[in-house]
Nanobody, 117 residues
Framework: QVQLVESGGGLVQAGGSRRLSCRAS????????MGWFRQAPGKERELVAD????????NYADFVKGRFTISRDNIQNTVYLQMNSLKPEDTAIYYC??????????YGQGTQVTVSS
């Protein structure tokens, strides 16, 4: 079955960095576009960044542009989110997801990122 397992979350000070990883299994990762989402308490889940199956195209939400970088390793079946210059408002649960066509069909269980001021 499809599994997406995120790791790398934790507590970090404002201005710091963190790298999230998402290991995929149960589907053809190398042919799947992938995305990172986040959900803060009391807020809707929002797309942070996405990447095409071959890694050639990436897109970022305005609130992370210039600070976050999405990448992938199709040998390791892993997608990454490098987060720099973290702000307290980046505090959220971060989820990776796989996309089929126009829809994200599977999500991981999430990893908590807490940024202290």
């Amino acid at each position: 079955q499809v599994q997406l397992v995120e790791s790398g979350g934790g507590l970090v000070q404002a201005g710091g960095s963190r790298r999230l990883s998402c290991r995929a299994s149960g589907f053809t990762f190398s042919r799947s576009d992938m995305g990172w989402f986040r959900q803060a308490p009391g807020k809707e889940r929002e797309l942070v960044a996405d990447i095409t199956w071959n890694g050639l195209r990436t897109n970022y939400a305005d609130f992370v542009k210039g600070r976050f970088t999405i990448s992938r390793d199709n040998i390791q079946n892993t997608v990454y989110l490098q987060m720099n210059s973290l702000k307290p408002e980046d505090t959220a649960i971060y989820y990776c997801a796989s996309r089929r066509g126009a829809q994200y069909t599977y999500y991981g269980q999430g990893t908590q990122v807490t940024v202290s001021s």
